[in-house]
Each structure stands twice: as C-alpha cells, then as structure tokens.
Nanobody, 123 residues
Framework: QVQLVESGGGLVQAGGSLRLSCAASGRTISSYCMGWFRQAPGKERDLVAAFKGSLGSTYYADSVKGRFTISRDNAKNTVYLQMNSLKPEDTAIYYC????????????????WGQGTQVTVSS
C-alpha cells in the first residue's frame, strides 16, 4: 500500500521560507514521477514542481521558478519542496503526489496523493 505523508506547512510572513516534506512508503520515489501540487480556495489544483524524468530533471511552474526547489533523499524515500521568498499568493494547500508515468503534468495522471498541508503567507 502506497502512502504519502506531507509535513512542514504553516504560517509565514511574506518573504519568508518553508520546507515541505513528503515521506513515501510502498513506492520508491526515485522510480516514479513525484510532484507537488497546490490548491487555493476556489481554484483548481495546479502542478507546482515535479521530478519529470528518471535522471532527476525537474519542472517548475512559472509562478515559482527561482523561488521553489524540489529535491529528494532517496535513502529516506522523501521528497522536499523548499519554498523561499514566499508571497501571499502562494497561500494554498500543498499536496505531494506520485505518478507511474514520467513527465506527468496533469493531476489525473497521479494515482497516489498525500493528505495535504496548509501553507499560509501573510502580507
């Protein structure tokens, strides 16, 4: 059984930083496409960052390029999202997800999801 457990969300002031963690079990993260999505109230769930290839190539949404970094620790089977220079518009629930298909860009291509962690950025 695959489980993804996120942690690290919270309340931070604009300009601050947070690091989200996604601990996986039942699936080896280095063998699957792992992504971070976010969903703000009343909006769709959008892909923020992902490992899109088996060699570690990454994808970032334009809105977070240069501020967010996705990384992974294969020994811990954990994926991270380092978020710097946070803005109020980054406020959302952040979800970790896993897909059996490399390069997955749409949420429906991901078959396992974490429970989500709230990130709130105050102005």
């Amino acid at each position: 059984q695959v489980q993804l457990v996120e942690s690290g969300g919270g309340l931070v002031q604009a300009g601050g930083s947070l690091r989200l963690s996604c601990a996986a079990s039942g699936r080896t993260i280095s063998s699957y496409c792992m992504g971070w999505f976010r969903q703000a109230p009343g909006k769709e769930r959008d892909l923020v960052a992902a490992f899109k290839g088996s060699l570690g190539s990454t994808y970032y949404a334009d809105s977070v390029k240069g501020r967010f970094t996705i990384s992974r620790d294969n020994a811990k089977n954990t994926v991270y999202l380092q978020m710097n220079s946070l803005k109020p518009e980054d406020t959302a629930i952040y979800y970790c997800a896993s897909s059996p298909t490399w390069g997955s860009m749409r949420s429906e291509m991901y078959d396992y999801w974490g429970q989500g962690t709230q990130v709130t950025v105050s102005s």
